[in-house]
């Protein structure tokens, strides 16, 4: 559907531009492969500190078990010099913060890294690039064709398809976190532990925002980190994702389905 919704932004282009409408579709399609090919062969830079197994042998070998279940290479595993609890995925690349150790124990931890292994094993990984990089080119194609053709019909079909495409791409990315929910529960000796993990950080965000909402106007807490402001939404919440978990567990016969 994403690549629809796309298609038929190029096509408005070069119905409503002509020769041109195909010409800025082609450059705008060639730059975007060309920042896509240098993101994928690139490393990332920054506190990221690659985790040796001598320093944390629980979490390696942890890892390279729920690896070996999902079929997957030993992914890469960096530790993130950030206080704040985040993990992520890119790439056959995991990165945990350090925050996550001040909230989480041992196993929890672990049930973290089996949701990014889930992204790896389902194609997220891949597939999530492709989407942001298409989000930038619908943005470019309706600021384009806004600008040079000055036709109101025009300008709000093209704002029609990307408001469509931002939709569209919140519900795929709200699908897939339960999806990789779901490959995390299979690959976990104790599923339990990512409903654990979760109801952690939901209770350390709970905390947080409480924190900030209590503090003088002019002051902010140190607890706080800055955040972009999302119109729509591409995460579940914690509430959505822990109710899913329990469904999966208790009524969809999960424990049949286990990765071995």
Do not use: C
């Not at 399609?29 to 690659?50: C, M, N, Q, R």
């Amino acid at each position: 559907m994403l690549f629809i919704i796309m298609a038929l932004e190029v096509l408005l282009a070069v119905i409503a531009l002509a020769e041109l409408g195909l010409e800025i579709s082609l450059v705008a399609f060639g730059t975007v492969l060309a920042l896509y090919v240098w993101a994928s062969t690139h490393d990332i830079k920054g506190e990221y500190v690659p985790l040796q197994r001598n320093e944390m042998p629980w979490l390696y070998d942890g890892i390279a078990e729920m690896a070996r279940k999902a079929g997957l290479p030993m992914p890469r595993v960096y530790i993130l010099d950030e206080y704040i609890p985040t993990a992520y995925s890119f790439k056959n690349t995991i990165v945990l913060s350090l925050g996550l150790f001040e909230v989480l124990d041992q196993e929890e931890i672990l049930a973290v890294a089996a949701h990014e292994l889930g992204h790896i094993k389902n194609g997220d990984t891949r597939t999530f690039p492709v989407l942001a990089y298409g989000r930038y080119l619908m943005v470019m194609f309706t600021g384009i064709l806004m600008l040079l053709t000055r036709s109101l019909v025009i300008s709000a079909a093209s704002l029609t398809l990307l408001g469509l495409y931002e939709v569209t791409r919140a519900n795929f990315h709200k699908e897939r976190e339960f999806q990789a929910d779901e490959t995390a529960l299979r690959l976990l000796d104790t599923p339990m532990n990512l409903k654990r993990a979760l109801e952690e950080l939901k209770y350390y965000e709970d905390l947080r925002i409480g924190i900030k909402s209590n503090v003088l106007p002019s002051i902010e807490p140190s607890i706080e980190r800055k955040q972009k402001v999302q119109i729509i939404e591409t995460h579940p919440s914690y509430d959505e994702r822990i109710f899913r978990i329990i469904i999966e567990m208790n009524g969809n016969n999960m424990f049949n389905k286990r990765m071995q």
